[in-house]
């Protein structure tokens, strides 16, 4: 149903691209969360079309802050499958 690729650069000082592809058309969400599991950033919500997508995140969290550096997580749900990346954040 999904395929999400590695962020790159990773590890990454300021920002990352976050690729993936969706075999049809879904309702997805992309967020970012922590090593503790608590969401930093919704990067993507809604219903998008089969094909290929990518976001950068800008190291930020939902309030426009900074966020320190250190491990994160990028977790693609699209349908019932979730798939996700570690992201190192170096600053």
């Keep these: 149903q999904m395929e999400l690729s590695q962020n790159y650069p ?4 300021s920002s990352t691209t976050i690729q993936f592809h969706l ?4 309702e997805i969400k992309l967020v ?3 090593i503790l599991g608590k969401r930093i950033r919704v990067l993507e919500s809604g219903t998008l079309a089969a094909g290929d997508h990518q976001t950068i995140w800008d190291s930020k969290d939902d309030l426009g802050e ?3 550096s250190g491990i ?4 693609l749900k699209a349908g ?3 798939k ?3 992201i190192v954040l170096i600053k």
């Design 10 to 13: 990773n590890p990454c000082n």
């Design 23 to 26: 075999l049809k058309d879904c």
């Design 32 to 34: 970012i969360h922590n």
């Design 66 to 68: 900074p966020v320190c």
């Design 72 to 75: 994160y997580f990028g977790v």
């Design 80 to 82: 019932s499958g979730e």
């Design 84 to 86: 996700s990346i570690k």
